[in-house]
């Protein structure tokens, strides 16, 4: 069965580095979601993507974050400099059309 | 701004017994409504879902129950298993954007333990 995979599953950086999250979304679909849950909270809608472009993004989705498909599988989050507030687990999640998504299983980002 | 809320944080039920889960809501635009179920170290997993036409939609073991006018739905499990053991995320959706926006809006989660 065709699942959304996450690259890393752990990322440890210093406060004020960028990372990139990777995320292969499953391959026919087309809509493309980050999620992310810190630690003992709801998980919270980051931004959705669609035909190349942005379709909604929340208050959290600052300009620190962007969101690129650099080619027909990935899907990327990029931090630019983080912070110790951005310590959280981050999903991606993908879906063909409607309202179920499917998700991956995460990358655990550690600022220090 | 808790727009869906699972104020039960845990709940343990016995083996063979109903689970019942609640989630409320308050925004009325909501129109979609999905149960996730998520283990440790892995991402939420689908589990079922009913559209806001609906109050009832079924699927094996796993009931999920619509009340519009409370802005409740609640997720039934019977018999419950030890396999069941997760968190229960309650999610919805507002799909009146439209085209392309589905995101989903989550609750906190509530922890099921299913005791052998």
């Known amino acids: 069965e065709p699942e959304v995979t996450q690259t890393p599953s752990h990322q440890v950086t210093q406060m004020g580095q960028e990372v990139i999250l990777r995320c292969v979304p499953i391959?026919?679909?087309?809509?493309f979601y980050w999620y992310r849950q810190i630690l003992g909270q709801k998980v919270e809608f980051l931004v959705s993507?669609?035909?190349?472009?942005?379709?909604?993004k929340s208050e959290i989705f600052d300009d620190q974050f962007s969101v690129e498909r650099p080619d027909g599988s990935n899907f990327t989050l990029k931090i630019r400099s983080t912070k110790l507030e951005d310590s959280a687990m981050y999903f991606c999640?993908?879906?063909?059309?409607?309202?179920?998504?499917?998700f991956g299983p995460g990358t655990r980002l550690t600022v220090l | 701004d808790q727009q869906v809320k699972q104020n039960s944080p845990s709940l343990s039920v016995q083996e063979g017994r109903i689970s019942i889960l609640n989630c409320d809501y308050t925004?009325?635009?909501?129109?979609?409504f999905l149960w996730y179920k998520k283990y440790p170290a892995e991402g939420p997993t689908f589990l079922i879902s009913?559209?806001?036409?609906?109050d009832k939609n079924e699927d094996g073991r796993f009931t999920v129950f619509l009340n519009k006018s409370a802005k409740h739905l609640s997720l039934h499990i019977v018999p419950s298993q030890p396999g069941d053991s997760a968190v229960y995320f309650c999610?919805?959706?507002?799909?009146?954007?439209?085209?392309?926006?589905?995101?989903?809006?989550f609750g906190k989660g509530t922890l099921l333990t299913v005791n052998p």
């Open positions: 925004n009325s635009m909501f129109d979609y």
């Open positions: 993507f669609y035909n190349n472009e942005i379709s909604e």
């Open positions: 999610a919805a959706s507002d799909g009146s954007s439209g085209g392309s926006n589905y995101k989903l809006t």
């Open positions: 391959s026919n679909h087309l809509y």
């Open positions: 009913i559209s806001s036409i609906k």
């Open positions: 999640a993908s879906n063909r059309l409607g309202y179920e998504q499917f």
